[in-house]
């Protein structure tokens, strides 16, 4: 399953999520403007921009076409 963690006005959020549904892969979002418990759990993984996507190889951050199509 692959989470992306979002925030609201964010760009390069809209290109990963329009990423993933134009190329069919599902996946669960945590908007942290909604959800601000989930800060401090996306610091502790080390980031601190959105979005951030967490996969079952790993986690990263921004808006990567290169690392999405792995995921297809």
């Known amino acids: 399953m692959v989470t992306v963690y979002s925030k609201n006005n964010c760009m390069q959020c809209r290109m ?8 069919h892969i599902s996946y669960e979002e945590i908007n942290l403007d909604l959800e601000p418990e989930y800060i401090d759990t996306v610091k502790e993984m ?3 921009a959105a979005p951030v996507i967490v996969t079952p ?3 990263f951050a921004g808006f990567q076409p290169d690392r999405l199509k792995e995921l297809a």
């Open 16 to 23: 990963t999520k329009k990423f993933l549904e134009d190329n």
């Open 57 to 59: 190889n790993g986690s």
């Open 46 to 48: 080390g980031f601190s």
